[in-house]
C-alpha cells in the first residue's frame, strides 16, 4: 500500500484553506486544515505530520512564532511558509526560526505542489539515514538531534544544526555553496549568500575548540568541506 503523507494547512483566509486542501487531497495527501497558530500547535503535538503549510499573518499570532514553538518543542517536521511578505529580512526571520521553505503569495499550485514533494523527498531520505553521524571525534544523533564533540554536548539552533548535518552527510566531499543553500535554506533560496558564511562562523564558534583539530575547512572559490585541520589555539 502507498504511503500517504500528511499535510497540514495553516491558513487564516478560509477560501483558501479549502482550496489547497481540495488540490492537496487530489494529489493523494491526508490533509488538516485549522485557522489559528493556536490550532496548529494542538493539532501538530497531537497527531503525527509529514508537512506543515505555514501562513506568516495569523490571528493569535504569527506564522513565525509557531514555527518558533514547534522547534522548542523539539518537532522536526518540515515546515513550508506562505506569506506575501517579501523583504529578504523577512524571509531570514522565518528561516531562523526554523522554516525549511518559504514561498511568496502570489503562487502557482503547481509549484506549490512541486515544492512539497522535494521537501517530503528530502525529509524521507533523510529519515532513511543511519541514526548517529560522526567525523572525528564529533557526533551526530539524527533520531535525538544531540550533537557532541569528545563526549561534550553542543548546543546548535536549528539552522546551525542543518548546515552541520549538510556537511557530515558526505564528508570527504566539498560541498559546494549554492549546493549548501539549497539544502539548508531552500531550493528556491532567494537572499544574501553572506548568510552561509555566518552561519558557518557560528558553527564553527561552537564546535571548534581550543587546541583541538579545526573541522570546517575553506575551499575557496568552492565551498566548505569536513577536514582535521591545525589545532584552534
Not at 10 to 26: N, Q, S, T, Y
Not at 88 to 117: C, H, M, N, T, W
Given at each position: 500500500?502507498?504511503?500517504?503523507y500528511?499535510?497540514?494547512?495553516?491558513?487564516?483566509?478560509?477560501?483558501l484553506?479549502?482550496?489547497?486542501?481540495?488540490?492537496?487531497?487530489?494529489?493523494?495527501?491526508v490533509?488538516?486544515?485549522?485557522?489559528t497558530?493556536?490550532?496548529?500547535?494542538?493539532?501538530?503535538?497531537?497527531?503525527?505530520?509529514?508537512?506543515?503549510?505555514?501562513?506568516?499573518?495569523?490571528?493569535?499570532?504569527?506564522g513565525?512564532?509557531?514555527?518558533?514553538?514547534?522547534?522548542?518543542?523539539?518537532?522536526?517536521i518540515?515546515?513550508?511558509m506562505?506569506?506575501?511578505?517579501?523583504?529578504?529580512a523577512?524571509?531570514?526571520?522565518?528561516?531562523?526560526?526554523?522554516?525549511?521553505?518559504y514561498?511568496?503569495?502570489?503562487?502557482?499550485?503547481?509549484?506549490?505542489?512541486a515544492?512539497?514533494?522535494a521537501r517530503l523527498?528530502?525529509s524521507g531520505?533523510?529519515?532513511?539515514n543511519e541514526?548517529?553521524?560522526?567525523?572525528?571525534?564529533?557526533?551526530?544523533?539524527?533520531?535525538?538531534h544531540?550533537?557532541?564533540?569528545?563526549?561534550e554536548?553542543?548546543q546548535?539552533?536549528?539552522?546551525?544544526?542543518?548546515l552541520?548535518?549538510?556537511?557530515?552527510?558526505?564528508?570527504?566531499?566539498?560541498?559546494?555553496?549554492?549546493?549548501?543553500?539549497h539544502?539548508?535554506?531552500?531550493?528556491?533560496?532567494v537572499?544574501?549568500?553572506?548568510?552561509l558564511?555566518?552561519?558557518?562562523?557560528?558553527?564553527?564558534k561552537?564546535?571548534?575548540?581550543?587546541?583541538?583539530p579545526?573541522?570546517?575547512?575553506?575551499?575557496?572559490?568552492?565551498?566548505?568541506?569536513?577536514?582535521?585541520?591545525?589545532?584552534?589555539?
Amino acid at each position: 500500500m502507498t504511503h500517504q503523507y500528511r499535510v497540514l494547512v495553516v491558513d487564516d483566509d478560509p477560501e483558501l484553506r479549502r482550496f489547497l486542501a481540495g488540490e492537496l487531497a487530489v494529489e493523494n495527501y491526508v490533509v488538516g486544515a485549522v485557522g489559528t497558530g493556536q490550532q496548529a500547535l494542538i493539532r501538530l503535538r497531537d497527531a503525527p505530520w509529514d508537512l506543515v503549510l505555514l501562513d506568516w499573518t495569523l490571528p493569535d499570532f504569527s506564522g513565525v512564532e509557531v514555527c518558533r514553538r514547534l522547534r522548542a518543542s523539539e518537532l522536526t517536521i518540515p515546515v513550508l511558509m506562505l506569506t506575501s511578505r517579501d523583504a529578504v529580512a523577512e524571509r531570514v526571520q522565518a528561516l531562523d526560526a526554523g522554516a525549511d521553505d518559504y514561498l511568496i503569495k502570489p503562487f502557482s499550485i503547481e509549484e506549490l505542489l512541486a515544492r512539497i514533494r522535494a521537501r517530503l523527498r528530502r525529509s524521507g531520505s533523510s529519515n532513511n539515514n543511519e541514526t548517529v553521524l560522526s567525523f572525528a571525534d564529533l557526533r551526530v544523533n539524527t533520531a535525538s538531534h544531540e550533537v557532541s564533540r569528545g563526549g561534550e554536548e553542543i548546543q546548535l539552533t536549528v539552522r546551525e544544526y542543518n548546515l552541520l548535518l549538510a556537511l557530515l552527510k558526505d564528508p570527504s566531499r566539498v560541498q559546494e555553496r549554492q549546493a549548501l543553500l539549497h539544502n539548508v535554506w531552500g531550493e528556491h533560496f532567494v537572499g544574501d549568500a553572506n548568510l552561509l558564511d555566518v552561519y558557518i562562523r557560528y558553527l564553527r564558534k561552537k564546535i571548534e575548540r581550543s587546541g583541538f583539530p579545526t573541522l570546517i575547512q575553506t575551499v575557496r572559490g568552492v565551498g566548505f568541506i569536513l577536514r582535521e585541520g591545525d589545532p584552534k589555539i
